[in-house]
Each structure stands twice: as structure tokens, then as C-alpha cells.
């Protein structure tokens, strides 16, 4: 599966975005998709993931209650909806699929085989 992450620019704090992962290929829905973060001299981090069917997520804590992901497998499309965005939210976000992952290693970067370009998302204070 091929991905492709866009929606990000620049917003005040408190603001909201919108992240979109296009994916092409024919399994879409056979993936489990995450999307990670990583800011200037840090490593990356997960930040959210989604199971197959759409109707189990997790969640980084620190973005807990602010931000929702969801999925559209008719669209193969994965979504990262952003609220209440603060300045530490600051980093490139990249969108991620994995199969046959389990609960212990899904917010492990090294459990995702494919990965998107990367969308820059800027919050200022």
C-alpha cells in the first residue's frame, strides 16, 4: 500500500486541523493505521492508531480528548482530526500501516511497514 499525508500548515494555538493519508492498492482494509510525530531533534512518537474495521482506537496520552482518528475504507482514506492544538503539537506527522500487529507493539514505529511523506503541522502560541 502506498500512502500519502496532507492537511497540515499553520495554525494558532487552540486552533484545529484536519489530517488526511490517501492510500492506494487493493487490502486498504486489511491494514491497521497509525499516525506519528516527530519534532526538530527528537525521535518519532506515536500519536494515534486505528484498527482495521474502524471501531478500535488508541491514543498517545498526551493527545487524548483532543485529537480523533478515523478511517474511511470505502475512500481509503485515514483522517487525524486535530482540536485544542498547542504549541508542543508542533512537528511533522506521518501516517503509517501495519498488519497483523498486536495491542503490545502497535505504538511501536517498527511495527509499521509503510509510511507516508510526512505533513508539517506548525502551532504558534
Known amino acids: 500500500v502506498q500512502l500519502q499525508a496532507s492537511g497540515g500548515g499553520l495554525v494558532q494555538a487552540g486552533g484545529s486541523l484536519r489530517l488526511s493519508c490517501a492510500a492506494s492498492?487493493?487490502?486498504?482494509?486489511?491494514?491497521?493505521l497509525g499516525w506519528f510525530r516527530q519534532s526538530p531533534g527528537k525521535e518519532r512518537e506515536f500519536v494515534a492508531a486505528i484498527r482495521r474495521s474502524g471501531g478500535v482506537t488508541y491514543y498517545e496520552d498526551s493527545v487524548k480528548g483532543r485529537f480523533t482518528i478515523s478511517r474511511d475504507n470505502a475512500k481509503m482514506t485515514l483522517y487525524l482530526r486535530m482540536d485544542s492544538l498547542k504549541p508542543e503539537d508542533t512537528a511533522v506527522y506521518y501516517c503509517?500501516?501495519?498488519?497483523?500487529?498486536?495491542?503490545?507493539?502497535?505504538?511501536?514505529?517498527?511495527?509499521?511497514?509503510?509510511w507516508g511523506q510526512g505533513t508539517q503541522v506548525t502551532v504558534s502560541s
Open positions: 503509517a500501516a501495519a498488519q497483523g500487529v498486536i495491542i503490545a507493539t502497535l505504538r511501536s514505529q517498527s511495527s509499521y511497514k509503510y
Open positions: 492498492g487493493r487490502t486498504f482494509n486489511s491494514y491497521t
